[in-house]
């Protein structure tokens, strides 16, 4: 994959050659499977205090949140290679839009194509 500098940031794959997702909140199996059968390294986390994210957002290609799951501002611009953001619940009140538009994040809303697992 070749780097694409966007709003300040340089957004590659991983060392490994695989991008990394990283899927909050109990978000449904069939979303990681997909994800993996596409070839992409995915980690799961019920819950990550904003610390730990903050720790982890760097490596991070792809982020799948839920609700509970807050990027603010201060967790975005450690997101250096951050590409998107699925958001797997109804609202989008807990991402900073505009600083994720600036710095080339898509955003998308993915209720319908993966449920839930309660």
Do not use: W, Y
Not at 30 to 59: C, H, N, W, Y
Not at 81 to 110: E, H, K, P, Y
């Amino acid at each position: 994959m070749s780097a694409a500098k966007t709003g300040g940031h340089k957004r590659t794959g991983s060392g490994s050659g695989k991008l990394q997702i990283l899927l909050m909140e109990k978000v449904h199996e069939d979303a990681a499977d997909a994800f993996r059968e596409q070839g992409f390294s995915v980690i799961r986390k019920t819950k990550l205090t904003p610390e730990e994210l903050a720790e982890i957002i760097p490596t991070v290609h792809v982020i799948g949140i839920r609700s509970k799951t807050k990027l603010p501002k201060e967790i975005l611009e450690k997101a250096v290679n951050l590409m998107a953001v699925g958001c797997f619940c109804i609202g989008t009140d807990t991402t900073d839009l505009s600083l994720a538009a600036n710095m080339g994040i898509r955003f998308q809303l993915a209720v319908r194509k993966f449920p839930v697992r309660r």
